[in-house]
């Protein structure tokens, strides 16, 4: 049923490398209000033989965050740089839900359905959250990027493709990530591997240094 579900329109071969550019926004704050400029706007995905990395940089650089998965490796390395301090964990899936607990039941229906993201025509799903107030939203994907599994560490897994729209909540902020444009650039390896300086602590420690950020923006 997920097989081939969707094709490019720009370009007619598999990408095996390369970054997808999304926009973030912010479905529940108002376009006029101060709290957008200390949010992130833009998340950059690069990817190459089968592992992927995000990064989400606000602040000039004073903020970025970063999830990179490893092919080979069942783990999710998820990193958090403000100003001077970084930290950064290693999360199996069991601990990744307990960053969106909100997620934790979801119910994904696959319709017969499609829009252009991208240059991209992607297929529609619906995803509806339980939780203490139901929440029902779509995503669309596709599948002609060369990343493994890309949805095996999120709420997502269902969806055998990579989500070139969809919407999450992250410390009860609603962000909305959309694809802008597909840059097929080569990556080296380096890119995808986390930079020195980095403290590794464990992931209960890194779910706090998150929510005293968004605090702080709230």
């Known amino acids: 049923m997920l097989a081939s579900s969707c094709e490019t329109i720009s370009f007619g071969n598999k990408i095996e490398t390369g970054t997808i550019v999304y926009e973030i926004s912010y479905p529940e704050i108002p376009k006029n209000s101060y709290m957008l400029d200390l949010l992130p706007q833009e998340m950059n995905t690069m990817f190459k033989n089968g592992s992927y990395r995000s990064d989400i940089i606000a602040g000039m650089g004073l903020f970025k965050t970063s999830i990179i998965s490893n092919s080979d490796d ?20 069991a601990e990744i839900k307990s ?10 229906e696959f319709l017969d359905e499609t829009k252009e993201i991208a240059g991209y025509k992607c297929k529609a799903a619906k995803v509806k959250v339980k939780s203490e107030q139901d929440w ?9 990027f060369g990343i493994e599994s890309p949805n095996k560490h999120s709420p997502f ?9 969809y919407e999450i909540l992250s410390n009860d902020t609603h962000m909305k990530f959309t694809a802008q ?3 097929t650039d080569e990556i080296d390896d380096s890119e995808l591997i986390l930079e020195e300086g980095y403290e590794m602590i464990s992931p209960e420690e890194l779910r706090k240094e998150i929510e005293s950020i968004f605090e702080k923006v709230q």
């Open 136 to 144: 029902e939203f779509k995503v669309y994907y596709n599948n002609t």
């Open 157 to 165: 897994n269902e969806i055998d493709g990579v989500l070139m729209e």
């Open 74 to 93: 069942d783990h999710l390395l998820h990193s958090v740089k403000l100003l001077n301090k970084k930290k950064a964990s290693k999360l199996t899936s």
């Open 181 to 183: 444009r597909v840059i």
């Open 99 to 108: 960053f969106n607990p909100q997620f934790n039941e979801i119910e994904v």
